[in-house]
């Protein structure tokens, strides 16, 4: 009790301290001073190989106090991670970079990678685009953000993808078939797995056999329970969103593992949105669901919940996509029902898309 009351007071006090900083908000984005692209470069490095004593904790690489900013910097959505190297090795240097690319009044999209130092050269290892957005002290409304100048053609191309990424998201949202019906193309193809499973014996539409090399989607699910410890809080008293994406794909992977039947290995995350925030003590309810597959790969999505166990009532608070891939081929995933042919074609244009832009 006494631990609770502590962390309570705490964040308490450091939420009275963010508040006397809402006064040095901007209330335009005009009176904000424009950014270059190099200004938010950061680099940081993990020397693994070169300091063993590091390969079993991790430490923060910033010493010192820093300027406190007034602004409130929120991760929206993890646009996509793209993994370009399969082994990362335990006992090699590895270097972070990244910086803002684009940002708009009130959000930002930033890049990171992450290459590891082997044979005599750091490689790429791994990229990620982040959307965060600004809110004030309290993180109750959006705050402005400084604006972007790119410089050089290279900065360009960035600044015009994060317009492109932008617009891409809004086409995905409006498109999304929780809102519309399936495209022709994609009618054809949610028919035709249903008449491979019909029964020819009985010619029924309620008659439903399982083809060869082939799994019910209602057999490819892996659920799991996590209650919520103040130990995973972030600065604003909720749930960090990294220990949430790191349960996430503990389990898409341990689903992938059960499916294959082999040690799959990732291949991207597309298109996590933190929907709502997750408080500390919640319930929090993970589903995943093997939801398309071809050849060696494997597209698991995560779907996490918060129940309340007084109401017992559910909130989706994330909806996680991963691709994995086997060494082997693995069985086809089947869907039976209206709403898994759905998960299905959902499943399969987030695999395309990942596997488009590889």
Known sequence: ?????????????????RLSLSNQLAGSQDELPVRRMKDSYIEAHLPLGTDPTLREKYL????????????????????????RKQIIHPDCDIKFTGHVTWVGKTSIEAKMHMSQYHGGAYTPVLDATFVMVARDPE???AAFVNPLKPEGIEEEKLFHQGEINKTRRIE??????????????E???????????????????????LPPNSVWMEDAKVKGLEICHPQERNIFNRIFGGFLMRKAYELGWANACVYGGCRPNLVAVDDILFRKPVEIGSLLLLS???CYTEGKYIQVRVHTEVLDPLTRQHNTTNVFHFTFVTDKDVP????????????YLDGKRHFNQTLGSQ
């Open 172 to 185: 995905l949202s409006t498109a999304s078939l929780l809102k519309v019906a399936p495209t022709a193309e």
């Open 60 to 83: 923060n690489y910033l010493k010192g106090t820093l300027q406190r900013s007034p602004l409130s910097i929120v991760t929206a959505l993890v646009d996509k991670i793209d993994m």
């Open 332 to 343: 086809n995933i089947v869907p039976q029902s209206y709403g898994e042919s759905m998960l």
């Open 187 to 209: 009618r054809k193809i949610v028919h035709s797995l249903f008449l491979n499973t019909l029964d020819s014996k009985t010619v029924s539409f309620r008659s439903r056999v």
């Open 1 to 17: 009790v006494g631990a609770s009351t502590n962390w309570r007071y705490d964040h308490q006090q450091a939420l009275a301290d």
């Open 288 to 290: 995943s669901q093997v």
């Open 139 to 141: 993180n109750k409304r």
